[in-house]
T-cell receptor
């Protein structure tokens, strides 16, 4: 069965700290896609990244970076030098073989000034 | 550029009442989706429409109906609301079903008393 686990329910950090949000997935498919979405207090989900299963290269976008490791079925997300505006709920998601997104339960990140 | 627009933003219903949640996108997307978000459960797919004229059940379709009125609009109907349908509902769209960058509306918070 396809499943996405975000074991961290809530994380609190102080501004400028680095923080890593964990995502572990389960799938029998050899081809799949992984996503991260951000849900700020306004409520609307914002796309951050899509990664296919054949591309294990880490990706960096400004203060954001993603570490994809097939050996541990993980797709972790790191925010470097966190800012108050990073406070949000972050969802990891897996696209299964029927092209439907399966979401994790989300991690609420609070960044305090 | 409005993106995905949902109405209403908030709604309170009594058990047994019916209502329709409206969703419209102005990005000429083919695929549209309805999700519900519940605490501790992430987002779960209710129904989706891969293209105009087609609709399919998602993970939790019971108690809901949908209509893909045209390419722009995808409505979700609760015929007889139940307290278990208290949730935040999100409409989303993308160009096709490969889930490349889903665009989400801002959500509808529904309470069924």
């Amino acid at each position: 069965a396809q499943k996405v686990t975000q074991a961290q329910t809530e994380i609190s950090v102080v501004e400028k700290e680095d923080v890593t949000l964990d995502c572990v997935y389960e799938t029998r498919d050899t081809t799949y896609y992984l996503f991260w979405y951000k849900q700020p207090p306004s409520g609307e989900l914002v796309f951050l990244i899509r990664r296919n299963s054949f591309d294990e290269q880490n990706e960096i976008s400004g203060r954001y970076s993603w570490n994809f490791q097939k050996s541990t079925s993980s797709f972790n997300f790191t925010i470097t030098a966190s800012q108050v505006v990073d406070s949000a709920v972050y969802f990891c998601a897996l696209e299964d073989n029927t092209d439907k997104l399966i979401f994790g339960t989300g991690t609420r990140l609070q960044v305090f000034p | 550029n409005a993106g995905v627009t949902q109405t209403p933003k908030f709604q309170v219903l009594k058990t047994g009442q019916s209502m329709t949640l409206q969703c419209a996108q102005d990005m000429n997307h083919n695929s549209m989706y309805w999700y519900r978000q519940d605490p501790g459960m992430g987002l779960r797919l209710i129904y989706y429409s891969a293209s105009e004229g087609t609709t399919d059940k998602g993970e939790v379709p019971n108690g809901y109906n949908v209509s893909r009125l045209n390419k722009r609009e995808f409505s979700l109907r609760l015929e007889s609301a139940a307290p278990s349908q208290t949730s935040v509902y999100f409409c989303a769209s993308n160009l096709d079903r490969t889930n490349e960058k889903l665009f989400f509306g801002s959500g509808t918070q529904l309470s069924v008393l």
